[in-house]
């Protein structure tokens, strides 16, 4: 399959509104004409969204409680701008809806948020790629690794900041959803830490998934990755082992055969970035080979993008 796709950014704005001090109305609006080309099919014109980053609105806010406490929430809905559709239906904030506390012993949060390698979210702690999820091409990072998603029923910890580090770990007690017993949903576990100092960033994190509710094998996602600045070069790279996955990256379909053990794969993702023009040339490389456990099928995937911003 080839496509080709040629971008206008109509808007991609950002609305700061304030009905208190420590109340902020916020939004993205990200739409562009995209042309789609097809093998053996005709070209397509259409309004499409989310080119850069998903079209959404929210609203955040904080209450100082003194001695260096908060509380704080964010609710955020995403949406189709060219129609006004929810992007997750039956959800009034699909894209994050947490109630937070924060204080020098570090933060919690309660609700639903991206886990660790969601690439989405407040808490996520993803690295080493240039072309993150948001960017509509093959060649971002989904398309190699297995992400995880946003998830209901998140309990999260953030630690301090020590020695420009940071430890956040999550739980979900109930993805499976609870119209059964809670032993008997599926439940998510990850922990990772961060690093960020000047020009220098990296994570490692370790991500299960109990797929009880699947009656499947735990899943065990480990991804690290990081990136370095040069002056006007950058420089990412990641690597992610996925065990017994009932997840497939993003532009993958799930090959014949995926049973209860699901898929095993290594991915590796490279890119480098040059600041030129007033912005910056992005060019990034992916592969992932796999198999598929039940009948030791195996995959491969290949993906490169570029993008000047």
């Not at 509104?17 to 004409?33: C, F, P």
């Not at 964010?74 to 039956?90: C, M, P, R, T, V």
């Not at 309660?110 to 091409?137: E, K, M, Q, V």
Request: proline fraction near 1%; charged fraction near 20%.
């Amino acid at each position: 399959m080839k496509r080709i796709l040629v971008s206008a950014i109509i808007a991609a704005a950002s609305i700061n509104a304030y009905a208190e001090s420590n109340v902020t109305l916020y939004g993205v609006i990200d739409q562009a004409v995209a042309v789609t080309k097809h093998k053996h099919e005709a070209a397509k014109v259409r309004i499409d969204d989310g080119i850069y980053a998903g079209s959404r609105f929210g609203i955040k806010g904080t209450e100082d409680l003194g001695n260096g406490n908060s509380v704080g929430f964010i609710l955020e809905q995403g949406f189709y701008a060219e129609s006004g559709d929810a992007a997750f239906e039956g959800k009034a904030f699909s894209r994050e809806s947490l109630l937070q506390a924060k204080g020098k012993w570090g933060e919690v949060a309660f609700g639903r948020a991206g886990g660790l390698s969601s690439d989405c979210g407040t808490y996520t702690i993803l690295h080493g790629s240039a072309l993150w999820t948001s960017y509509y091409t093959d060649g971002n990072v989904a398309g190699v690794f297995v992400t995880s998603d946003r998830m209901d029923n998140m309990v999260i910890y953030k630690s301090p900041e020590f020695a420009n580090t940071t430890v956040t770990a999550m739980y979900s007690n109930g993805i499976g959803g609870d119209d059964q017993k809670w032993s008997h949903n599926d439940h998510y576990y990850g922990i990772g830490l961060d690093f960020n100092k000047n020009e220098t960033v990296f994570s490692v994190m370790v991500e299960m998934y109990d797929n009880k509710d699947l009656k499947a094998d735990k899943t065990y996602l480990v991804t690290l990755g990081g990136q370095q600045g040069f002056g006007d070069w950058t420089f990412w790279a990641g690597y992610q082992y996925a065990k017994d996955s009932q997840m497939m990256p993003a532009w993958k379909a799930a090959p014949t055969g995926l049973s209860a053990s699901g898929v095993t794969q290594h991915a590796v993702t490279a890119a480098i970035g040059y600041k030129v023009f007033g912005g910056e040339w992005k060019l990034q490389g992916n592969y992932a080979h796999g198999k598929v456990n039940e009948n030791n099928q195996k995959y491969n995937i290949y993906s490169i993008g570029t993008v000047y911003e």
